[in-house]
């Protein structure tokens, strides 16, 4: 039988590169679980905080919510520590490659479903911040973790390669602001929002980028 879902951030801190240019950043890698399996979302920069936070759990996968360095930074090491498949959405391959050449993954496709703690993890496709970029939707819980696609207060960056600010923009309107409002949002970074608090600003986000 399993126990009750919890959720559970670990931060870590390292760099992002992409196109010659490289930034400090903190990350935000989540645990949805219980007191035996957990799925870990993203991979970012040191291995033993997540580890730890792990504890003696079974790792069911560990989900890279797209393909960014900083995202995937020790996927393989945990992959292989845990006995975890690691899951990304193929339009991500290139930017993979980028980090772990010639090192496989598992694939993760829009409507994929991941059965934890009695209840499923929803993957949904939300291009734009990158081609792959997939947010997770925990129905039961009211909880989506939105990876670098959605933050508090707008979208996710658009302004390197492989982004597309139109994209994303029809990703947040056509399937996050789907979701009910009351849907607690869980980011990559920085703190979290409600799909009804970032919902009223689309307006302003499109005006803002055009």
Not at 45 to 61: E, M, N, W, Y
Not at 151 to 175: C, E, L, N, Q, V
């Amino acid at each position: 039988m399993s126990g009750k879902l919890r959720i559970q951030r670990v931060v870590t801190s390292g760099t992002f590169s992409l196109d010659g240019g490289t930034w400090d950043v903190e990350n935000n890698i989540w645990l949805i679980g219980d007191d035996t399996e957990v799925v870990i979302v993203d991979a970012a920069h040191q291995q033993q905080p997540i580890l730890d936070a792990v504890g003696s759990r079974t790792v069911k996968a560990i989900v890279c919510t797209h393909g960014h360095n900083d995202h995937v930074t020790v996927a393989p090491q945990l992959s292989q520590a845990l006995d975890a498949p690691v899951l990304l959405h193929p339009a991500d391959d290139m930017l993979w490659e980028q980090t772990h050449p010639g090192v496989a993954h598992r694939t993760i496709e829009d409507g994929d479903r991941i059965s934890i703690a009695g209840t499923d993890i929803v993957a949904i496709h939300t291009p734009g911040h990158s081609p792959g970029s997939t947010c997770l939707y925990v129905p039961e819980a009211g909880e989506l973790f939105s990876g670098d696609t959605l933050f508090s207060g707008g979208p996710g960056a658009t302004g390197r390669s492989y982004s597309d600010f139109p994209t994303i923009i029809g990703s947040i309107r056509d399937k996050l602001f789907a979701l009910p409002a009351e849907t607690r949002v869980k980011t990559g970074h920085g703190d979290g929002t409600s799909i009804g608090d970032e919902s009223p600003h689309l307006e302003e986000w499109i005006k803002r980028g055009s």
